[in-house]
């Protein structure tokens, strides 16, 4: 019933929040579809949006709950989507219980499954007083207790095993809002000063000349100058990207597998001068987001639509000076920004990413000048698609070497990097406040 004005009625808004999230949450979990692609389908506004981004980011205790509550009862995936929501909300919300439930119950029906109605209300009253037996059922798994999928937790505690436990936590919080600043058109301080004159405070981080960490995230439109390129929305870890490359002025750049195009702007903002950057992608809709990144930034770049772990018609035989290598991997550094990856990554899907990493590897080291730098990067914790990566091209391309990265660039580092016998390691949740990266530096011999 709407509210006077035409509103909808509250109790009628909640409920149509937790079924949209519902819906969004069933599209990753039952239909294997990003959040993103999920919450657009759904028509997401920023509270669905929240709503489906908790649920995801919690969904392992989440469905052990659901599990102790139905007995093993399988219910349909918009139904099973909706109870992990209610639980959230329970759990993760400021709201009332019983307004938790209700609300719940009234999505059952606009999700159009009215006969299941008693049931969604019979186990959220059950949750609510039974809460502290059920938790600590659930707790007793150590998968569900640190929200991550089994296989990914076995992975990190044997990678990592004395940071396996910060590494999740980092996974299961909030991340920091980080901007990249074009320092080509204003300081750091100078923006500084505009962003507190719209009342968002930030702070600066010590070791990266363009970054800022805002006090509290803010949708991208509040930020001044975003529109007209001055500023860009980037991870400190991934900002690193373009600085360690150590682009100049007059070079020959290849930005592979570059989509969206973060660090293609990276690149030709950190360049003191211009630079003949070609970006390639395998995906054409993505690569159109480069295009559109980099309207955004008043920037130019050559964009390629190609198969970097094979096809060579695109390249006009002229080698690089530089080559960034960002490459396909399991995104499982970046889990606090995107959820989603506890669902949808497989462990068999880490040795396939693991294998075509080697091969654009092989292929883009041909595509470098001697005595040229590349840049290899994940945005992935996991040794297999890093460390490993880096050893086995070694081992099989005669004319590659691993090299040290310069003495300016190693400044760049923050404190709490690790070194790697090849490269170095960002993990997330670091006092730096950087999500999981790895960065090697490598060459061809003259």
């Known amino acids: 019933m709407p509210a006077p004005g035409g509103a909808p009625a509250p109790g009628h808004a909640a409920a149509l929040i937790l079924a949209q999230a519902a819906h969004a949450v069933a599209g990753v979990v039952s239909r294997g579809r990003s959040a993103d692609d999920a919450l657009a389908r759904a028509g997401a506004d920023s509270a669905i949006r929240a709503v489906t981004l908790g649920t995801l980011r919690w969904y392992p205790q989440l469905a052990a709950l659901a599990a102790l509550l139905t007995a093993g009862r399988a219910l349909v995936p918009e139904l099973a989507a909706l109870l992990a929501v209610a639980l959230h909300q329970l759990q993760h919300s400021r709201h009332p219980p019983e307004a938790s439930v209700s609300s719940a119950v009234d999505a059952?029906?606009?999700?159009?499954?009215?006969?299941?109605?008693?049931?969604?209300n019979a186990l959220l009253r059950r949750f609510v007083?039974?809460?502290?037996?059920?938790?600590?059922?659930m707790l007793a798994d150590p998968a569900a207790a640190c929200a991550h999928p089994a296989w990914l937790l076995a992975a990190l505690r044997e990678a990592w095993p004395a940071d396996w436990e910060r590494i999740t936590?980092?996974?299961?919080?909030?991340?920091?809002?980080?901007?990249?600043?074009?320092?080509?058109?204003?300081?750091?301080?100078?923006?500084?000063?505009?962003?507190?004159?719209?009342?968002?405070?930030?702070?600066?981080?010590?070791?990266?000349?363009?970054?800022?960490?805002?006090?509290?995230?803010?949708?991208?439109?509040?930020?001044?100058?975003?529109?007209?390129?001055?500023?860009?929305?980037?991870?400190?870890?991934?900002?690193?990207?373009?600085?360690?490359?150590?682009?100049?002025?007059?070079?020959?750049?290849?930005?592979?597998?570059?989509?969206?195009?973060?660090?293609?702007?990276?690149?030709?903002e950190a360049a003191d001068g211009a630079i003949d950057l070609t970006a390639v992608d395998v995906d054409a809709q993505r690569l159109a987001r480069v295009a559109d990144n980099l309207a955004?930034?008043?920037?130019?770049?050559?964009?390629?639509?190609?198969?970097?772990?094979?096809?060579?018609?695109?390249?006009?035989?002229?080698?690089?000076?530089?080559?960034?290598?960002?490459a396909p991997c399991s995104a499982v550094g970046v889990i606090r920004r995107h959820p989603d990856i506890k669902l949808l990554r497989r462990?068999?899907?880490?040795?396939?990413?693991?294998a075509l990493q080697r091969r654009i590897l092989e292929q883009c080291l041909a595509l470098l000048k001697p005595g040229g730098r590349l840049l290899?990067?994940?945005?992935?914790?996991?040794?297999?698609?890093?460390?490993?990566?880096?050893?086995?091209?070694?081992?099989?391309?005669?004319?590659?070497?691993?090299?040290?990265?310069?003495?300016?660039?190693?400044?760049?580092?923050?404190?709490?990097?690790?070194?790697?016998?090849?490269?170095?390691?960002?993990?997330?949740?670091?006092?730096a406040l950087t999500d999981g990266f790895y960065y090697a530096c490598l060459t061809v011999a003259t």
């Open 376 to 431: 290899y990067s994940t945005c992935s914790v996991l040794p297999v698609e890093n460390q490993a990566v880096v050893e086995a091209v070694l081992a099989a391309v005669p004319a590659a070497r691993a090299v040290p990265m310069p003495a300016p660039m190693q400044a760049l580092l923050p404190p709490d990097a690790r070194p790697c016998r090849h490269g170095v390691q960002l993990l997330p949740g670091n006092a």
């Open 296 to 326: 955004r930034l008043r920037r130019q770049a050559r964009l390629v639509t190609a198969d970097l772990a094979g096809e060579r018609s695109w390249w006009d035989g002229q080698r690089f000076d530089r080559i960034l290598l960002d």
């Open 129 to 137: 007083r039974e809460r502290a037996a059920l938790l600590s059922a």
């Open 169 to 268: 936590a980092a996974n299961n919080a909030q991340p920091p809002l980080t901007v990249r600043v074009d320092l080509s058109r204003g300081s750091l301080d100078d923006y500084c000063v505009q962003l507190a004159a719209h009342g968002l405070p930030a702070m600066r981080l010590p070791w990266l000349p363009t970054a800022l960490v805002l006090e509290r995230p803010v949708p991208v439109e509040r930020l001044p100058g975003f529109a007209e390129g001055w500023v860009s929305v980037q991870d400190a870890g991934a900002q690193l990207a373009s600085r360690l490359l150590g682009v100049r002025a007059g070079e020959r750049v290849l930005d592979a597998c570059a989509a969206p195009g973060g660090k293609t702007g990276a690149l030709l």
């Open 108 to 120: 059952v029906r606009l999700l159009r499954q009215p006969h299941a109605t008693g049931l969604m």
């Open 347 to 354: 462990p068999q899907d880490i040795g396939t990413l693991a």
